[in-house]
């Protein structure tokens, strides 16, 4: 990875997640609550060169997350 970016936080609904890569490869996303809990995990294919994904992220009974 020779970037990351992420906004916004605290996220309560989507959440952008911008990558530069030297080359293809697979990317693994974990986002963690404030205590550590996973509450999202996913597997995507990045592109050499810049890559944005946008993340719904809803957590029950809480208005937002810090990541």
Known sequence: VLSLFTAPNPVSESLRISVSLEQ?????????????????RDELNGNGGSNEWRIRVQVPGKPACIF
């Open 24 to 40: 293809a490869s697979k990317v693994e996303f974990v986002l963690r609550n404030e205590v550590g809990a996973v509450i999202y």
